[in-house]
């Protein structure tokens, strides 16, 4: 246009702020100003209002300079923009300073100062306005509906109904707005029987009215009677709208029906409407919630103007179906995009960055929520917990909950379970003592649970117990399972069977813990019985309780037992399972049948450091030391690293074979190349191996060196080494500090005593064994056991 007037200029402005370019509208008005035109009322107002959207404080001040100097300050429509753009900036002191200064106020000024304090969390402040506003002017219907909204928000139930007689007083309360406000103020109070009262005495009900009742029902959890006022809606031939899809498709997904979902969808696509950020973030999350990815993804591509909603909607939805890697690319792209994420996004990518274990990314997100939001956020504190906790830095757990203002049980479960996974039993139960006698949050069964996992000792299991009792969680079915695992770990494996004889209902977990406990306490033929009346009773089975009875057989050496285990799993499916696969290889090698093992371990496609070292310490119990070293370099070839125990395996059989140089090469790459510790047990294969070569002087100086407070078993492994030699000379020796170190071990005694036999040194046998007597020592009886046919 050769020469816009101030319509023209108007009129773009308009365009540029309904289209959401802030920014644009700004510099149009400086444009127009600098053509030398002079902006109305009109053009003043649009640019008030674009100075607030664009966040551009200072710019308003100056645009309501220049409306004071033009004099359009007194100007009804002005005035209202200039006092909106202060109250919706949060600057009340300046909004009331200038709403006092305006000679005549207009009941547009009154609302929107009213609507100000009640969007700044002032509503004392709100109310008494509204009282004051009754000398100078009458209220309309919109003074009434920010009142009301108000009294809803302020969660003040007396103030709504004072206001709802107001408006029957006054006859507003037939206008669809206000009773639409009313009966949503009812529904977020829960009262559903007034909003549906005030729903169907209103003359004339529009979309905004049947939304505001829709989204009352599904606050309230009534999502029946949702669905049937939508199919009402629907009946009666009005028209959706997108507040009313957007509600509808939360309904969907509350109610879990993906059918309902589809054909709202079907019906969004027919009429026209253009999935824009609102509606497409309420399909998005619907399909979200209904575990409907890919669905949820199809409806993000759709969605025109996506904005930080969407983006977030979306990134929970990939987080929930664990599609964690999904996750992290779209939040890189929302922030490419220049958006700024939420708590809840943050939160979404807490849990997306734990469940990929990237806790240097998660360090990062941490900064960035205390930059952004504080650390008294509690739901942020949660998911920092858990994050740390998962990652096992405990101790920033620890930090992230005492910086927490407000926690809530969750908070103290979370860093409960944090300290049982990083095996800090001690430290779980300090938390715990210290949760109860705070006072302010009470441990929930879950919490009780962990505990009794945390549990050590019997006295402190016994005082839970009696708390369980006391809040009445006995009943509970996991509550039972974990009594029964904390009893078996104390040892007391009768109170654990009186809890599992008295269960009401048994599931899955509490068989197979009662099956464990057994095995665990040397109670082999007991848990194979139980095994047999779980097989009777239950249909499913479990690769736990399947791996507990295998490891019975081995202990008890009962071969066929094992083979018809064995078939089990091959009957049930289970046989290529990683854990149970191992156990049976492990359970033919401790029953004799080594062949059979290998042949099994040749047959699992997926190996792992489980399976090869059962195999591995399989062939070393047997003296196949070479076998044994061959399976080791097999593991090194697939790429899989050993574990503390795979090495224990490979120094026995060193050891068997008298591999004395290797063995040490061994020992000494645990730390080097694999960064393992070394325990008691490797040392005590190594001091065997140095024995059995009959470098006993070299063995004692490892003992030596050994970095344990007690060394008996090491010393005991070299006197076993000097008796295969008929070493007397040393094995006396190594016997006297033996028994200094443990006077009452009657296996010291047996085994200076077999060493004297061996050499036919029977007066030296005599005098030891009159020694034991005199001490009121005896061996402990040997045990050997034959499996009989039915």
Same mark, same amino acid.
């Given at each position: 246009?050769?020469?816009?007037?101030? #319509?023209?200029?108007?009129?773009?402005?308009?365009?540029?702020?309904?289209?959401?370019?802030?920014?644009?509208?700004?510099?149009?008005?400086?444009?127009?100003?600098?053509?030398?035109?002079?902006?109305?009322?009109?053009?003043?107002?649009?640019?008030?209002?674009?100075?607030?959207?664009?966040?551009?404080?200072?710019?308003?001040?100056?645009?309501?300079?220049?409306?004071?100097?033009?004099?359009?300050?007194?100007?009804?429509?002005?005035?209202?923009?200039?006092?909106?753009?202060?109250?919706?900036?949060?600057?009340?002191?300046?909004?009331?300073?200038?709403?006092?200064?305006?000679?005549?106020?207009?009941?547009?000024?009154?609302?929107?100062?009213?609507?100000?304090?009640?969007?700044?969390?002032?509503?004392?402040?709100?109310?008494?306005?509204?009282?004051?506003?009754? +000398?100078?002017?009458?209220?309309?219907?919109?003074?009434?509906?920010?009142?009301?909204?108000?009294?809803?928000?302020?969660?003040?139930?007396?103030?709504?109904?004072?206001?709802?007689?107001?408006?029957?007083?006054?006859?507003?309360?037939?206008?669809?707005?206000?009773?639409?406000?009313?009966?949503?103020?009812?529904?977020?109070?829960?009262?559903?029987?007034?909003?549906?009262?005030?729903?169907?005495?209103?003359?004339?009900?529009?979309?905004?009215?049947?939304?505001?009742?829709?989204?009352?029902?599904?606050?309230?959890?009534?999502?029946?009677?949702?669905?049937?006022?939508?199919?009402?809606?629907?009946?009666?031939?009005?028209?959706?709208?997108?507040?009313?899809?957007?509600?509808?498709?939360?309904?969907?997904?509350?109610?879990?029906?993906?059918?309902?979902?589809?054909? #709202?969808?079907?019906?969004? @696509?027919?009429?026209?409407?253009?999935?824009?950020?609102?509606?497409?973030?309420?399909?998005?999350?619907?399909?979200?919630? =209904?575990?409907?990815?890919?669905?949820?993804?199809?409806?993000?591509?759709?969605?025109?103007?996506?904005?930080?909603?969407?983006?977030?909607?979306?990134?929970?939805?990939?987080?929930?179906?664990?599609?964690?890697?999904?996750?992290?690319?779209?939040?890189?792209?929302?922030?490419?995009?220049?958006?700024?994420?939420?708590?809840?996004?943050?939160?979404?990518? =807490?849990?997306?960055?734990?469940?990929?274990?990237?806790?240097?990314?998660?360090?990062?997100?941490?900064?960035?929520?205390?930059?952004?939001?504080?650390?008294?956020?509690?739901?942020?504190?949660?998911?920092?917990?858990?994050?740390?906790?998962?990652?096992?830095?405990?101790?920033?757990?620890?930090?992230?909950?005492?910086?927490?203002?407000?926690?809530?049980?969750?908070?103290?479960?979370?860093?409960?379970?944090?300290?049982?996974?990083?095996?800090?039993?001690?430290?779980?139960?300090?938390?715990?003592?210290?949760?109860?006698?705070?006072?302010?949050?009470?441990?929930?069964?879950?919490?009780?649970?962990?505990?009794?996992?945390?549990?050590?000792?019997?006295?402190?299991?016994?005082?839970?117990?009696?708390?369980?009792?006391?809040?009445?969680?006995?009943?509970?079915?996991?509550?039972?399972?974990?009594?029964?695992?904390?009893?078996?770990?104390?040892?007391?494996?009768?109170?654990?069977?009186?809890?599992?004889?008295?269960?009401?209902?048994?599931?899955?977990?509490?068989?197979?813990?009662?099956?464990?406990?057994?095995?665990?306490?040397?109670?082999?033929?007991?848990?194979?019985?139980?095994?047999?009346?779980?097989?009777?009773?239950?249909?499913?089975?479990?690769?736990?309780?399947?791996?507990?009875?295998? +490891?019975?057989?081995?202990?008890?050496?009962?071969?066929?037992?094992?083979? @018809?285990?064995?078939?089990?799993?091959?009957?049930?499916?289970?046989?290529?399972?990683?854990?149970?696969?191992?156990?049976?290889?492990?359970?033919?090698?401790?029953?004799?049948?080594?062949?059979?093992?290998?042949?099994?371990?040749?047959?699992?496609?997926?190996?792992?450091?489980?399976?090869?070292? @059962?195999?591995?310490?399989?062939?070393?119990?047997?003296?196949?030391?070479?076998?044994?070293?061959?399976?080791?370099?097999?593991?090194?070839?697939?790429?899989?690293?050993?574990?503390?125990?795979?090495?224990?395996?490979?120094?026995?059989?060193?050891?068997?074979?008298?591999?004395?140089?290797? $063995?040490?090469?061994?020992?000494?790459?645990?730390?080097?190349?694999?960064?393992?510790?070394?325990?008691?047990?490797?040392?005590?294969?190594?001091?065997?191996?140095?024995?059995?070569?009959?470098?006993?002087?070299?063995?004692?100086?490892?003992?030596?060196?050994?970095?344990?407070?007690?060394?008996?078993?090491?010393?005991?492994?070299?006197?076993?080494?000097?008796?295969?030699?008929?070493?007397?000379?040393?094995?006396?020796?190594?016997?006297?500090?033996?028994?200094?170190?443990?006077?009452?071990?009657?296996?010291?005694?047996?085994?200076?005593?077999?060493?004297?036999?061996? #050499?036919?040194?029977?007066?030296?046998?005599?005098?030891?064994?009159?020694?034991?007597?005199?001490?009121?020592?005896?061996?402990?009886? $040997?045990?050997?056991?034959?499996?009989?046919?039915?």
């Amino acid at each position: 246009m050769p020469q816009p007037n101030v #319509v023209s200029w108007t009129g773009t402005i308009s365009s540029f702020l309904r289209s959401g370019h802030a920014e644009l509208a700004l510099r149009e008005f400086y444009r127009m100003c600098n053509s030398g035109l002079r902006p109305n009322e009109f053009a003043l107002s649009l640019s008030l209002k674009a100075s607030h959207v664009a966040a551009e404080s200072t710019t308003g001040k100056l645009i309501h300079g220049y409306a004071t100097k033009a004099g359009y300050e007194s100007n009804d429509f002005c005035s209202t923009s200039i006092l909106n753009m202060y109250a919706k900036s949060n600057n009340m002191l300046d909004a009331h300073k200038f709403f006092d200064s305006v000679p005549q106020n207009c009941v547009a000024l009154w609302n929107t100062l009213i609507d100000g304090y009640a969007r700044s969390g002032n509503p004392s402040e709100a109310v008494e306005l509204f009282r004051r506003m009754h +000398s100078f002017i009458s209220p309309n219907s919109y003074t009434y509906t920010i009142i009301i909204k108000l009294s809803a928000e302020a969660f003040d139930i007396g103030l709504l109904r004072f206001f709802h007689g107001c408006t029957i007083k006054t006859g507003y309360d037939g206008y669809n707005f206000v009773g639409g406000a009313l009966l949503g103020a009812y529904g977020k109070w829960g009262h559903l029987d007034d909003s549906l009262k005030i729903f169907w005495t209103l003359k004339e009900r529009d979309h905004v009215v049947w939304t505001a009742l829709l989204a009352g029902f599904r606050n309230n959890g009534d999502l029946e009677q949702g669905l049937d006022l939508y199919l009402k809606y629907v009946a009666e031939g009005y028209r959706l709208d997108m507040y009313m899809f957007a509600n509808v498709f939360n309904l969907c997904s509350d109610l879990g029906t993906a059918r309902l979902g589809f054909q #709202v969808h079907a019906c969004l @696509a027919k009429s026209g409407f253009v999935l824009d950020s609102f509606v497409g973030s309420a399909l998005v999350d619907m399909y979200g919630g =209904l575990g409907m990815a890919d669905e949820a993804y199809r409806g993000f591509l759709d969605t025109a103007d996506k904005n930080e909603v969407a983006y977030s909607v979306m990134i929970h939805g990939f987080v929930c179906d664990s599609d964690y890697g999904s996750a992290i690319e779209l939040y890189r792209e929302m922030r490419m995009m220049g958006f700024v994420p939420d708590s809840f996004t943050l939160s979404s990518m =807490l849990r997306a960055t734990t469940g990929l274990g990237m806790l240097e990314e998660g360090r990062a997100l941490h900064s960035l929520l205390v930059k952004t939001f504080g650390e008294s956020n509690l739901t942020i504190g949660n998911n920092l917990i858990e994050m740390y906790a998962e990652s096992k830095t405990i101790d920033e757990a620890a930090k992230v909950f005492t910086a927490m203002e407000v926690r809530n049980e969750y908070s103290w479960t979370s860093l409960v379970f944090g300290y049982i996974e990083s095996e800090k039993y001690a430290e779980a139960m300090e938390l715990y003592m210290r949760m109860i006698s705070s006072g302010s949050v009470e441990p929930s069964e879950f919490t009780i649970v962990g505990i009794l996992q945390a549990t050590s000792k019997l006295q402190e299991g016994q005082q839970t117990h009696n708390y369980i009792i006391k809040k009445g969680f006995q009943s509970h079915i996991y509550i039972e399972s974990a009594l029964i695992g904390m009893y078996s770990k104390c040892g007391c494996i009768n109170d654990a069977s009186r809890i599992f004889s008295t269960m009401s209902e048994r599931d899955l977990v509490s068989w197979s813990n009662m099956i464990a406990s057994y095995a665990q306490n040397g109670h082999g033929q007991e848990a194979l019985k139980l095994f047999s009346e779980y097989n009777d009773r239950l249909n499913s089975i479990d690769e736990s309780v399947l791996s507990s009875c295998l +490891s019975v057989c081995s202990s008890l050496t009962a071969l066929e037992t094992g083979k @018809a285990i064995h078939a089990g799993t091959i009957k049930s499916g289970y046989e290529s399972n990683l854990q149970v696969g191992s156990t049976i290889v492990d359970m033919y090698c401790k029953c004799g049948s080594i062949k059979e093992a290998r042949s099994f371990f040749d047959g699992i496609k997926e190996h792992s450091v489980v399976s090869y070292t @059962a195999m591995l310490c399989g062939y070393a119990q047997h003296g196949l030391g070479h076998e044994a070293l061959g399976v080791f370099d097999r593991m090194k070839e697939a790429g899989i690293e050993p574990d503390g125990v795979t090495l224990v395996g490979v120094l026995s059989a060193c050891s068997h074979i008298g591999l004395v140089k290797e $063995g040490w090469d061994y020992f000494k790459s645990m730390t080097e190349e694999y960064g393992l510790e070394k325990s008691l047990s490797h040392y005590a294969c190594v001091v065997d191996l140095l024995g059995r070569s009959g470098q006993v002087s070299e063995a004692e100086k490892l003992i030596a060196d050994a970095p344990f407070g007690s060394k008996a078993l090491l010393w005991r492994t070299l006197l076993g080494a000097c008796s295969l030699h008929g070493n007397v000379e040393d094995g006396n020796r190594i016997a006297e500090t033996l028994m200094r170190l443990e006077p009452d071990e009657p296996s010291n005694y047996v085994m200076l005593s077999n060493l004297l036999a061996s #050499v036919s040194m029977w007066d030296h046998c005599t005098e030891l064994k009159q020694k034991m007597q005199r001490g009121h020592l005896q061996k402990t009886p $040997g045990v050997s056991w034959i499996e009989l046919s039915n």
